[in-house]
């Protein structure tokens, strides 16, 4: 077994992680809002692709209008295969970067374009870049989790699913590798590969702040419980998971598993999925230190949380929050993402729709 190397800390400081603002709407407004925005969407043939994590409403009306819930690389596949002119991607900045790179020919819309990622605002492009050429003989393989430039000096692009099966391939064939940005996930890829690796220091601000000894006392509490993990996690919660998965392999979980309840490490966000799959069972959140938490997240992005009702309509009047990508940044950030697809299709697995960002 290799040993990983890791870089600076790049976690976010507090400070610099808003409050998580959920918008509350009487129910005249909100319907009002939601016939607003499906009058807007055929107007400007128009297509909504959601992720798990947002607003139930907004994954709701998602799925009513012909739209798409689901991870980040699926939401850009969706929009490439859909004829709209326009595709409105209610999630964070980078996956409305990675529908743009996939898309370029699409106008790419997003009700806020503040909705960032801990993750990608902890690897910036030029200090990820000058720390990928001091390690010149290394395979630089990236989270879905980054920033088009990031993408764009990379050599593979993986997704949580993809990952371990992506690093035990080039470890077989001897490559060393840059690990970027979530340092939780890429213990845990390096704990499966066997791989050798230098680990970026990023991390997640909601999944960081489930506690392993909590998750323990829950689990004493609910002893007939599974516990599904997102490997964006710590390591003392991955020891205690049943599944460790992505998104939509939580969700897959949850409906084929021989359980009754479940506790979830992710996102709040996915129990509305996760019970429209498996409605007869019971969903608890995993611990994030309860009452003395210090987290400002607690079980729910404020990013993610950015995308609102009333934002998605703004958006959709106005054209306003468009996302541009720069041409030569395409061009290259293509190329690692075309890789994990190719590598996908020949061992025939599905990257869509079991993957997640
Ligand atoms: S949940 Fe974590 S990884 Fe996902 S967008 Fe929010 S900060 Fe980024």
Redesign the pocket.
């Known amino acids: 077994m290799q040993t990983a190397i890791t870089t600076q800390d790049y976690r976010l400081p507090p400070e610099q992680v808003p409050e998580t603002v959920v918008e509350t709407l009487g129910r005249d407004e909100r319907d009002e809002c939601i016939r607003q925005i499906k009058c807007l969407l055929r107007e400007h043939n128009a297509v909504l692709v959601a992720h798990y994590?947002t607003d139930p409403d907004l994954q709701l009306l998602a799925d009513e209008t012909g739209g798409h819930v689901s991870d980040s690389l699926d939401m850009a596949r969706f929009g490439h295969e859909s004829d709209a002119d326009t595709l409105v991607v209610c999630g964070?900045r980078f996956m409305g970067e990675t529908a743009k790179i996939l898309n370029p020919e699409k106008r790419v819309l997003m009700p806020d374009l503040h909705a960032d990622?801990?993750?990608?605002l902890g690897c910036p492009g030029d200090e990820f870049t000058a720390f990928c050429d001091r390690h010149p003989d290394h395979t630089v393989v990236v989270y879905a989790?980054t920033s088009a430039a990031v993408k764009a000096r990379a050599d593979w692009m993986v997704t949580s699913g993809s990952a371990v099966d992506v690093v035990r391939h080039l470890a077989e064939r001897g490559e060393k590798i840059i690990w970027a940005p979530d340092k939780y996930l890429g213990e845990y890829v390096q704990a499966q590969s066997g791989a050798d690796m230098v680990l970026w220091q990023g991390s997640?601000?909601?999944?960081e702040e489930f506690k392993g000894r909590e998750l323990e006392e829950l689990k004493q509490q609910h002893p007939g419980a599974r516990v599904l993990v997102h490997p964006?996690s710590p390591a003392p919660v991955i020891a205690q998971a049943d599944v460790v998965s992505s998104t939509t392999g939580i969700i897959k979980a949850a409906r084929e598993l021989d359980a009754d309840t479940f506790i979830v490490a992710t996102?709040r966000g996915i129990f509305y999925k996760m019970q429209q799959a498996a409605p007869d069972k019971t969903f608890i959140e995993a611990p994030t230190a309860g009452r003395g938490a210090t987290c400002k997240s607690c079980g729910h992005?404020p990013?993610?949380a950015m995308n609102s009702l009333t934002k998605l309509q703004t958006t959709l009047e106005s054209g306003a929050n468009e996302v541009f990508v720069d041409a030569d940044v395409i061009r290259r950030a293509r190329l690692p993402i075309k890789r994990l697809l190719d590598f996908a299709a020949q061992r025939k697995q599905p990257v869509y729709g079991r993957n997640d960002?």
Not at 117 to 120: E, G, I, K
Not at 204 to 207: G, P, S, T
């Open positions: 994590y964070v990622c801990s993750l990608d989790n997640c601000i909601v999944h964006e996102d992005c990013w993610m960002a």
